[in-house]
């Protein structure tokens, strides 16, 4: 089993980037896959969630509105688009996959797997 993620990098606060996480190993549509973001010092937490089983997606309030999660099943990835970035954004970000059914973004406690994460500065 395998999520790597890609697409971080720098961006000045106001700006977009889209991250990536292609999964492999594992049958896709059986799996609600999750963005976390850690910063330093800071615990993880989970920011978003799409569910493949019924399409429904969740989000964090610091992230609603302004990031989406979205994914390709032909592709097998997941992705999440971030639009209009802040200084408080900047974390290490990672993709997760989960067989529990949710009705938020996924608990870190809920994870089966973890991707190893890609890092987002939002420079000021």
């Known amino acids: 089993v395998q999520l790597v993620e890609s697409g971080g990098g720098l961006v000045q606060t106001g700006g977009s980037l889209r991250l990536s996480c292609v999964v492999s190993?594992?049958?896709?549509?059986?799996?609600?896959i999750g963005w976390f973001r850690q910063a330093p010092g800071e615990e993880r937490e989970g920011i978003a969630t799409?569910?493949?089983?019924?399409?429904?997606?969740y989000y964090a309030d610091s992230v609603k509105g302004r990031f989406t999660i979205s994914s390709d099943k032909t592709k097998h990835t997941v992705y999440l688009q971030m639009n209009r970035v802040k200084p408080e954004d900047t974390a290490v970000y990672y993709c997760?996959?989960?067989?529990?059914?949710?009705?938020?973004?996924?608990?870190?406690?809920?994870?089966?797997?973890w991707g190893k994460g890609t890092l987002v500065t939002v420079s000021s």
């Open positions: 997760a996959a989960t067989t529990i059914r949710v009705h938020s973004t996924i608990p870190v406690d809920f994870v089966d797997y």
């Open positions: 190993g594992f049958t896709f549509e059986d799996y609600a």
């Open positions: 799409i569910k493949h089983n019924d399409g429904s997606t």
